[in-house]
């Protein structure tokens, strides 16, 4: 796993573990980042947890994200997208649960 790969599975998992969230109404940022299925599409693994990536928009900089919960003793997918905009030297990511369709 590249260490950026790394880097944002560590982060979606302090996102998901933290104790407040910040909500706004359009993804943060500039304009979308262009992403490369090769580099972006696979299965992070960090400990237990697994997330899946697939590149749903390329030149939109659109993730769809996929992973399994184990609530109440059922296994339950969940499923989220991720918004990646440019900032400059930095890219932001806005993570947005998908409905239930």
């Known amino acids: 796993m ?4 790394a880097a944002w599975l560590g982060l979606l998992v302090l996102g998901s573990s933290a104790c ?9 940022g500039g304009d979308p ?4 299925p090769e580099e972006w599409e696979g ?5 237990e947890d697994a997330i899946t990536f697939r590149v749903l928009t390329a030149d939109s900089g ?15 997918l ?6 990646l905009r440019d ?3 930095r890219v932001l ?6 409905d239930d369709d």
Do not use: K, N
């Open 62 to 76: 659109i993730l769809r994200l996929g992973w399994v919960e184990d609530e109440e003793g059922e296994f339950v």
């Open 33 to 36: 980042v262009t992403l490369d």
């Open 78 to 83: 969940g499923r989220a997208l991720l918004h």
């Open 43 to 47: 299965t992070w693994v960090a400990g």
């Open 20 to 28: 407040e969230a910040v909500y706004v109404d359009r993804p943060i």
């Open 93 to 98: 990511a806005t993570l947005v649960q998908a």
């Open 87 to 89: 900032a400059g030297e």
């Open 2 to 5: 590249s260490c950026m790969r």
